[in-house]
């Protein structure tokens, strides 16, 4: 599959796009309306059915989904090899510190900033994929659990650290078992 590059401007455009789409959810309604006709009678019903298993299976829902795009919209062979160069690079800044060389250390750093970059533009160029759902879920979340109340999960947590919580740790194992660098 021959992936198409993304640049920054497009990753710009799209973070722009999401937070104007945030900016205009309450404003517009035909934004929120369309996205509360098609997510209340699925993610909605799950929740309203059991409020910790349909936020479970929501998370690994959407998080089996970026997965899965985050695989197959970003070259994973150039990101495995980015990250084995920083892990060479990391390696022998450990080394030459202990050596006391503060000119090589620098040097190695310096070499090290240059790559991020390119690391950064291949890790979000899934993002553009994304970015608009996300806002639209998170804002529709914001609307459900406004409606529902103080729901607190495990006695303490909001909403919001729950599904965030629970979507780094879903994504990790996901990322884990799909191998996505």
């Not at 929120?32 to 929740?47: A, E, M, Q, Y």
């Not at 062979?77 to 690079?89: D, F, N, S, T, Y």
């Amino acid at each position: 599959m021959v992936k198409k590059k993304i640049g920054f401007r497009t990753i710009l455009i799209v973070m722009i796009l999401t937070l104007v789409i945030a900016g205009l959810w309450d404003s517009l309604p035909l934004i929120r309306d369309l996205v509360h006709s098609i997510l209340d009678p699925s993610f909605g019903t799950l929740l309203n059915w059991n409020l910790y298993l349909g936020m479970i299976i929501i998370v690994i829902f959407i998080s089996f989904l970026t997965t899965l795009i985050q695989k197959y919209t970003t070259d994973q062979e150039a990101l495995k090899e980015l990250k084995e160069k920083q892990k060479r690079i990391q390696e022998e800044i450990k080394k030459f510190q202990k050596e006391g060389n503060s000119a090589k250390t620098m040097e190695l750093q310096k070499k090290q900033f240059e790559a991020i970059p390119e690391t950064f533009r291949l890790s979000m160029s899934s993002f553009v994929y994304t970015g608009v759902p996300f806002i639209l879920f998170i804002r529709w979340f914001q609307d459900f659990f406004a409606s529902a109340g103080e729901i607190r999960f495990l006695g303490f947590l909001n909403w919001f650290w729950f599904y965030l919580i629970l979507l780094v740790l879903i994504g990790g194992i996901l990322r884990k078992v799909l191998k996505v660098h």
